[in-house]
């Protein structure tokens, strides 16, 4: 098999052969077709994440250790299933194209046995993150049932809907009921901020605001169905926000939560599954005086994933612009995406890497 890994934190990637792996017990391994490559994979790359006051939390600590294959959005085909991987429940065969959940759990803590591996509490699996992802021809996934049908939707979108939509989705299902004249704002139109307007919209909501500091993605944004939008370098914004009843917070910085949390209606709700990084200094009185809820989101559990996989077979989720690449070029699409480059989702093609 060939992999992109970064031998060491920040450095470019580097193709690596290697043995392809036999996949054990329950264990199905895939070959990747279509790898996305999302915002914190740069943060994993670099090997920290900011928080704030000069400090930082290294990915060393939870277990991602150079050499590393990054890629949490993966998608392909089945190789080979494991002597005791469950072909038949989950109709998995030989062949079989499918969508990769990343967010696997222990599968043994309580929290796992609920359902929400994205949570797991005792020893997290997630693909790209700390145990090996999809920048490579081939990804070990530990069970069938983290495998989902995807037909009928397109290959590289349904790859981007394994993070970026599910964490959409997810956050959006934590924002307060919306009454007919509510709005919701979303902050940062990256990634993960267009498809989030897309699930807003399937979700019903619709009075969303989208915010950005680059004119040419709220353009995007505006066509996928916000309603107005708020370039929030201009010294106004918070003005031209105030009394949303939520936002959800895509780049998770000072600035985006200060006018998130600040801009909220009594009642409303700030979601932020953002990693940009920083910390967030606010005064304790007013959260409970307005009632407001600030609220921590991390992907999605693989229910969630089927729903929002669901939405995309009824066509009820517009597609954000996808930009398909050669894996080659792996490189070149964390370099764009560092430099703010990037409308919509970059999706590696493995097909055209000779393993
Ligand atoms: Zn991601
Ligand atoms: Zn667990």
Same mark, same amino acid.
């Not at 031998?7 to 580097?14: A, D």
């Not at 949490?72 to 429940?89: I, T, W, Y």
């Given at each position: 098999m060939i992999s992109y890994q970064?031998?060491?934190?920040? !450095?470019p990637l580097q193709k690596v052969?290697?043995? +392809?792996? !036999?996949? &054990?017990?329950?264990e199905v391994l895939m070959r990747v077709t279509r790898s996305g490559v999302c915002h914190s994979d $740069?943060?994993?790359?670099? %090997?920290?994440?900011d928080l704030g006051g000069g400090k930082r939390f290294y990915v060393k600590e939870r277990g991602c250790v150079p050499p590393f294959t990054l890629g949490h959005e993966p998608f392909g085909v089945v190789e080979a299933l494991g002597p005791r991987a469950k072909g038949?429940?989950?109709?998995?065969?030989?062949?079989d194209k499918r969508l990769v959940y990343p967010w696997i759990?222990?599968?043994?803590?309580?929290?796992?046995?609920?359902? &929400? /591996?994205?949570?797991?509490?005792?020893?997290?699996? @997630?693909?790209?993150?700390?145990?090996?992802?999809?920048?490579?021809?081939?990804?070990?996934v530990p069970d069938a049932k983290y495998l989902i049908d995807t037909r009928g939707i397109d290959d590289a979108f349904a790859a981007t809907l394994a993070c970026s939509a599910l964490t959409a989705y997810s956050a959006a299902q934590k924002l307060p009921e919306l009454g007919a004249?509510?709005?919701?704002?979303?902050?940062?139109?990256?990634? #993960? %901020?267009?498809?989030?307007?897309?699930? $807003?919209?399937?979700? %019903?909501?619709k009075n969303i605001v989208a915010c950005d500091i680059d004119d040419t993605k709220l353009g995007v944004a505006a066509k996928l169905g916000a309603k107005r939008t708020v370039n929030t370098r201009t010294p106004d914004a918070t003005e031209r926000l105030?009394?949303?009843?939520?936002? #959800?917070?895509?780049?998770?910085?000072?600035? +985006?939560?200060? $006018? %998130?949390?600040?801009?909220?209606?009594?009642?409303?709700?700030? =979601?932020?599954?953002? #990693?940009?990084?920083?910390? $967030?200094?606010?005064?304790?009185?007013?959260?409970? &005086?307005?009632?407001?809820? =600030?609220?921590?989101? @991390? +992907?999605?559990?693989l229910q969630e994933l089927k729903e929002v996989v669901a939405l995309a077979k009824q066509k009820k989720l517009r597609p954000l612009p996808v930009e398909t690449r050669p894996a080659e070029q792996a490189n070149a699409a964390l370099e764009d995406l560092k430099g703010g480059?990037?409308?919509?989702?970059?999706?590696?093609?493995?097909?055209?890497? /000779?393993a």
């Amino acid at each position: 098999m060939i992999s992109y890994q970064f031998i060491e934190h920040g !450095k470019p990637l580097q193709k690596v052969l290697g043995e +392809t792996p !036999k996949p &054990q017990g329950t264990e199905v391994l895939m070959r990747v077709t279509r790898s996305g490559v999302c915002h914190s994979d $740069l943060h994993i790359w670099e %090997g920290y994440f900011d928080l704030g006051g000069g400090k930082r939390f290294y990915v060393k600590e939870r277990g991602c250790v150079p050499p590393f294959t990054l890629g949490h959005e993966p998608f392909g085909v089945v190789e080979a299933l494991g002597p005791r991987a469950k072909g038949g429940k989950a109709g998995v065969k030989v062949g079989d194209k499918r969508l990769v959940y990343p967010w696997i759990g222990c599968g043994k803590c309580a929290v796992c046995k609920s359902g &929400q /591996d994205n949570h797991c509490v005792s020893g997290s699996r @997630y693909l790209g993150v700390n145990r090996a992802g999809a920048y490579a021809t081939h990804v070990l996934v530990p069970d069938a049932k983290y495998l989902i049908d995807t037909r009928g939707i397109d290959d590289a979108f349904a790859a981007t809907l394994a993070c970026s939509a599910l964490t959409a989705y997810s956050a959006a299902q934590k924002l307060p009921e919306l009454g007919a004249k509510d709005e919701v704002a979303v902050l940062g139109c990256g990634g #993960l %901020g267009l498809i989030g307007i897309s699930v $807003l919209r399937a979700a %019903g909501a619709k009075n969303i605001v989208a915010c950005d500091i680059d004119d040419t993605k709220l353009g995007v944004a505006a066509k996928l169905g916000a309603k107005r939008t708020v370039n929030t370098r201009t010294p106004d914004a918070t003005e031209r926000l105030r009394g949303i009843a939520g936002a #959800l917070d895509f780049v998770g910085s000072p600035v +985006t939560a200060g $006018l %998130g949390i600040g801009a909220l209606r009594k009642g409303g709700r700030y =979601i932020i599954c953002g #990693l940009f990084g920083g910390e $967030l200094v606010h005064p304790l009185p007013p959260i409970a &005086q307005r009632a407001i809820g =600030i609220i921590g989101s @991390y +992907t999605g559990s693989l229910q969630e994933l089927k729903e929002v996989v669901a939405l995309a077979k009824q066509k009820k989720l517009r597609p954000l612009p996808v930009e398909t690449r050669p894996a080659e070029q792996a490189n070149a699409a964390l370099e764009d995406l560092k430099g703010g480059r990037v409308v919509g989702r970059i999706v590696l093609d493995f097909e055209t890497v /000779d393993a």
